[in-house]
């Protein structure tokens, strides 16, 4: 979890957490290609994105009750038991089946650390009076999987002067398994870096895994992992470590799900994919205040920040958006609107689907946002993850292709106050007439021509099934690098092996210009233009017809400078030759593949 201010570093030292996946092309709903992720360890390995509980949202609260004994100290023994008894009787019938003990399991109240002999963490026996083991064979009575939590790298209060033996390796102790200058990693530092070049490292991760696989744990969650955690740099990059607990679970002979976290670096996600079973793409959920989140601290944050992950998710491992708090009204601190919204983003985007709510006490509304088979059906169905089909504006729609020939179709309003937003049925590439079904409500809708457009409350939101009965559009493209285009101030040609003729039109910036001429239509309307584009980070750009006024779009990160994505503008065009123009204002622009326009009936 990122600093926020609100904890010493001690206690920083422990926080967030998830991770992994490969891939294979899949159909888009803007007719590119998205990838989905091979296993990383077995053919079942996270197939679907798990579900469960975590405790992590409830320690971090300052909710009033929540944490009698000091910050942190909601994690104990009575607590997680009550949380899976709760979960077996409510959600277990759903798919939830994980309960995840999160940081401090082995540190006391105070936050001082206990371990074993041979530096492995060790349960602290206030928090766990019965043991870990205990507590996981109680997990696996009621039918459910065991989850627990590390931070990578060897505790600075493991090292024990580099003294400390380690388990099972004769010879070896924990100054083998560190660099001589003890430089210290993840996201807090508050551990020193594991050298693997030295076999005694691999052997201390042995002896974790071991310990936990000898539990009886189904899960780990491993924190603070970099790149990412805000870190950077070779102190930071812990890619050898995933890699040497994905070697060690393996040699358990026991399948635990291995889950990174937090805000990965999305330019490995190749390695988190290889060694991992999921990954954090965002800083944490919970807000550290008097509820268990709030909108602006970070749920929002998610709808930016997905697009660039979506490609790299799929059965194996899964981009995970932290703990879903819809469950419990006052305490998660949102409206209704946006607790609906929270679930539908994490459906949609098949996220891991685990609560950190106090599951005794789900209110009514939360549990049937929690428990809606025909949502969770979406999370948990072989579609690939939705994607936006339109720019990262106020009013947004998301969309998946089914493999029934069916669209998954999201609608979100994110300004602060009511708006109307559409669904156009060109932007899911298809024209005519479609059945629609509102899964919240289990309604079905009827018959829309072209669209449907919803009055949503502010930070609201609409899902949807969609099954076209019209006819598949047809389009016509136009390079951005053509040269019967206009370019204009610093606005230039650039190679682009990704890009649909080898060519992009870059360095849109300051007042920078591309002006696609000749864009032929049959009869004036407003036309939803499919831009293909390129963009390491979310960036805007004005679009204008024919010199007229321009809207600003912000075009959500492509996740690199190597891959193209598409999002649908809507243009109103005149019958005959138009021009349509992508101007950067007074800031920096995406890079511009290619339009295409629906042809007009």
């Known amino acids: 979890m990122p600093v926020r201010g609100l904890r010493s570093l001690v206690v920083l030292a422990l926080a967030a957490g998830l991770a992994t996946a490969a ?16 296993p990383a360890s077995s053919a079942t390995a996270a197939a679907k994105p798990y579900m469960g509980w975590s405790s992590w949202s409830m320690q971090s609260s300052k909710y009033p009750g929540l944490n009698p004994n000091g910050d942190y100290s909601y994690l104990t023994e009575a607590n997680v038991l009550k ?30 650390p206990e371990f074993d002999e041979y530096g ?90 071991r310990m936990f696989a000898d539990w009886g744990y189904d899960f780990l969650k491993l924190d603070g992992v970099g790149p990412g955690s805000f870190k950077s740099g070779d102190n930071y990059n812990n890619v050898a470590d995933v890699a040497a607990w994905q070697k060690a679970i393996s040699a358990t002979g026991r399948p635990i799900h291995l889950e990174l976290s937090w805000s990965l670096d ?7 994919k290889k060694h991992s079973n999921g990954w954090r793409v965002d800083t944490d959920v919970e807000c550290y205040c008097n509820t268990l989140v709030s909108w602006e601290n970070s749920v929002d944050d998610r709808w930016d920040d997905t697009p660039a992950w979506t490609r790299h998710a799929g059965p194996g491992g899964w ?57 969770i059906a979406v999370n ?19 969309a998946a292709e089914n493999h029934d020939g069916s669209y998954t179709v999201a609608l979100f309003n994110l300004a602060d106050r009511p ?105 004036a309307g407003t036309y939803q233009i499919k831009v293909a584009y390129v963009s390491g980070d979310a960036r805007s750009a004005d679009v204008s017809a024919n010199g007229g006024g321009a809207t600003r779009h912000k075009f959500p990160s492509t996740g690199d400078w190597s891959t193209v994505n598409s999002v649908y ?33």
């Open 380 to 398: 948990q169905g072989d579609a690939p993850p939705a994607r936006p089909v339109t720019p990262s504006d106020p009013q947004q729609v998301w």
């Open 23 to 38: 891939p294979a092309a899949q159909a888009r709903p803007d007719g590119g290609n998205a990838t989905t992720a091979a």
């Open 83 to 112: 949380q899976t008894d709760a979960l077996a009787t409510k959600l277990k019938k759903y798919g939830y089946e994980y309960i995840n003990i999160d940081a401090g399991w082995w540190r006391d109240y105070a936050w001082t």
């Open 120 to 209: 492995r963490q060790k349960a602290d026996p206030v928090r766990f009076p019965s043991g870990m083991k205990s507590v996981a064979d109680h997990i696996h009575s009621k039918g459910l999987k065991a989850g627990i939590y590390l931070p990578v790298g060897l505790e600075k209060e493991a090292y024990g002067g580099g003294k400390v033996p380690i388990w099972n390796a004769e010879g070896c102790t924990t100054a083998d398994i560190v660099y001589d200058d003890l430089r210290t990693t993840n996201g807090w530092d508050s551990a020193y870096k594991i050298d693997f070049s030295d076999p005694c490292a691999q052997k201390y991760i042995d002896s974790q895994a």
């Open 569 to 601: 503008v809507p243009v109103t065009l005149k019958a005959g030759s138009n021009t349509i123009t992508f101007d950067s204002g007074s800031g920096y622009a995406p890079d511009i593949d290619r339009i295409d326009v629906p042809k007009s009936s």
């Open 266 to 272: 999305i330019g490995h996600a190749d390695d988190w």
């Open 419 to 523: 708006a109307s937003v559409t669904a156009d049925w060109s932007t899911l590439g298809f024209t005519g007439k479609a059945a629609v079904r509102d899964l919240w409500n289990h309604e079905n809708l009827g018959t829309h021509k072209s669209g449907i457009t919803q009055a949503l409350p502010a930070h609201g939101s609409r899902l949807f099934t969609v099954t076209p009965r019209g006819d598949a559009l047809t389009w016509t493209g136009i390079e951005a690098e053509s040269s019967a285009n206009t370019l204009g101030g610093n606005a230039s040609v650039a190679d682009c092996p990704a890009c649909s003729d080898g060519h992009k039109v870059g360095n849109l910036y300051t007042g920078s210009k591309l002006t696609i001429n000749n864009v032929v239509v049959g009869k």
């Open 319 to 375: 981009n995970d958006l932290d703990s879903l708090d819809v469950g419990n009204g006052e305490m998660d601190g949102l409206t209704k609107a946006e607790r609906q919204s929270y679930a539908t983003l994490w459906a949609i985007a098949k996220s891991p689907l685990y609560t950190g709510d106090d599951v005794t006490k789900l209110d009514s509304y939360g549990l049937s946002l929690l428990t809606n088979r025909e949502v």
